[in-house]
């Protein structure tokens, strides 16, 4: 009687992992060996990827050859190689100057295919791709990284139990001595100064970006500085969540030297002194080489959304990673990791091309958290009332509900509609207005007024006419007093509000510069009402003149709120 013969153990399925050798793929392939996944390393030099499988060891075969050389009939060769080939992974880059082809090879291969990209119209026109993929019975997904997989699985968690959602933003804020390869600071520089089509205060827009900066913090990694910058968000968060105000991704860097210096070369674009920072990019590398000592190894990620809960409050919820230990460049890489993980064992269902964007459940991609030095922290927080119901308290109530619903200040109103301007005359006079960038003499001038909630609880507003936009802070509320501070740059004027059975009434009661109190004799004198006009909207009535000088501008007009966004699809 012979001996029954063992049962071999099936091979392990196999990823072909492009840019194997590069900062993410390098990290990708760790997980995926980490999970007995084998993989087929690809890369154009033959050394970095015979030092990753002597690192990784026998579960990685290498493929010298270039993306561009893998079409269809490769990756057949590749699959009567190694049967258990189940997907195409891609971590080359830089995506903003790729196409195509290797999704499509993929596809007609029979392979499902994920990429790591972060370039929003590769990203974005993934979806032509979709009545292929779903006939070759495969998963195609674009962007399974930071932006938009993760990004999107954290907020698909944040707003779950909300009636409206008003504003997203998401941050990336990696530490200074994260690699960064020259393809990524082109990436980067590419940007830089130019116009980036943004959803900002309820409508489409072209910011420049590195610009519209703000401060983020991160348990564990400290303040950091984050702007405007350019990844498949930006479309996606609108499309899939339809925010009433603002759908913003930022990144910055840990050393305000490179945060703030990016930005000031972004300066040169926009004036149009250089027409962009790409060819910089060697020797600013260089430069940001030289400063790796300065910074951290701790970077991270935060998405903030500010809803609107059924009983009406409004909530700021706020997800937060910081990644210690050199953990950083892991994080790209882990949505990636989790999708084929998940396609390699059946429980990832979904066939079609698409971003990445909705398809993880946060879990999956938390569940890969667990080898990394990786800390989450939750926030919530209840935004109090708007500053004018703080100023006015039960006054306010008794305030017409036109004037009320356009002071309610939640996080941006816009109001639009028309405005008579009659503007300065004279030398003084003229410069006043140019100071202050009051708006010039015109007729039914079209006017939108922006009044947009910044985090300390004080207001900007911004009027918008054709040819100039007033900026100013509100700021400093006193309700005992009935008087807050209307801020332009270093000038700060005091307005005493009172409510009257008509609406409002506001006049100019002090003013400082650089905190210092100017004498009466160069004190704006202003007088304004907000009350409902005969129209049923939104009335305002200013006079200003200054002492020594006489009037400076007038300007009266009629505005409706504007209760809806604008259409959110994305604008191509």
């Not at 990284?145 to 779950?160: E, K, R």
């Not at 600071?185 to 420049?208: E, H, K, M, N």
Request: proline fraction near 7%; hydrophobic fraction near 45%.
């Amino acid at each position: 009687m012979s001996a029954p013969e063992l049962e071999q153990p099936a091979p392990p399925r196999a990823v072909l992992l492009v840019g194997a050798t590069g900062a993410f793929g390098e990290r990708l392939a760790e997980g995926l060996v980490r999970s007995g996944i084998a993989v087929i390393a690809v890369a154009r030099s033959r050394p970095p990827l015979l030092r990753l499988a002597e690192r990784l060891g026998p579960l990685v075969t290498i493929e010298q050859r270039t993306r561009d050389s893998i079409d269809a009939a490769c990756l057949r060769t590749l699959s009567d190689r190694f049967p258990n080939l189940f997907a195409v992974a891609d971590a080359s880059g830089p995506f903003q100057t790729s196409d195509h082809a290797l999704p499509r090879a993929a596809i007609a291969a029979g392979l499902h295919y994920v990429d790591l990209a972060d370039a929003r119209l590769f990203v974005r026109s993934i979806t032509a791709l979709d009545g292929d993929a779903r006939d070759a019975d495969v998963a195609v997904m674009s962007g399974a990284s930071s932006t938009p997989a993760l990004s999107h699985a954290v907020l698909d968690t944040l707003v779950t139990d909300v009636r409206g959602i008003i504003a997203i933003d998401v941050s990336i804020a990696p530490g200074n001595r994260a690699p960064c390869g020259l393809s990524v600071v082109r990436s980067i520089l590419s940007t830089v100064g130019q116009p980036i089509r943004a959803f900002y205060g309820g409508r489409w827009t072209d910011i420049p970006g590195w610009t519209l900066g703000r401060t983020i913090t991160l348990p564990g990694a400290g303040v950091r500085r984050v702007t405007l910058c350019e990844t498949p968000d930006l479309d996606l968060l609108v499309s899939r969540y339809r925010p009433a105000s603002d759908a913003l991704f930022r990144a910055g860097l840990e050393l305000r030297l490179l945060q703030d210096g990016t930005a000031a070369l972004g300066l040169l674009v926009r004036c149009g002194l250089i027409r962009t920072l790409v060819p910089l990019a060697a020797p600013l590398r260089a430069m940001a080489d030289l400063l790796k000592p300065f910074g951290s190894d701790t970077g991270g990620m935060q998405v903030a959304a500010l809803v609107e809960r059924a009983d009406g409050a409004v909530l700021r919820r706020v997800w937060s990673l910081t990644a210690t230990a050199g953990v950083g460049p892991h994080i790209p890489t882990l949505p990636a990791l989790a999708a084929l993980k998940a396609l390699a064992d059946g429980t990832l269902s979904w066939r079609g091309a698409a971003p990445c964007a909705g398809l993880l459940h946060y879990n999956a991609i938390a569940r890969e958290f667990a080898p990394h030095a990786i800390t989450i922290d939750r926030q919530e927080t209840t935004i109090p009332p708007s500053q004018m119901q703080r100023l006015l308290g039960a006054r306010y109530d008794a305030l017409p509900s036109v004037l009320r619903h356009a002071h309610d200040v939640r996080h941006v109103n816009v109001l639009a509609g028309h405005a008579d301007v009659t503007g300065p005359h004279g030398l003084g006079p003229r410069l006043v207005a140019w100071l202050f960038r009051l708006p010039r003499h015109g007729i039914n001038l079209p006017l939108r007024v922006e009044m947009r909630r910044e985090e300390n609880g004080s207001e900007t507003w911004s009027r918008i006419y054709p040819d100039v936009t007033m900026r100013s802070t509100l700021r400093n509320a006193d309700p005992d007093t009935l008087q807050l501070d209307e801020c332009f740059g270093p000038i700060s004027i005091r307005l005493q509000w009172q409510a009257t059975d008509s609406g409002l009434a506001l006049q100019a009661v002090g003013a400082r510069l650089f905190g210092i109190p100017l004498p009466r004799f160069l004190q704006p004198r202003s007088q304004a009402t907000e009350t409902v006009g005969s129209n049923g909207q939104f009335h305002f009535d200013v006079d200003i003149a200054m002492p020594l000088i006489g009037p400076i501008v007038s300007y009266r007009g009629d505005l409706s709120l504007l209760e809806t966004s604008d259409d959110g699809a994305p604008a191509m």
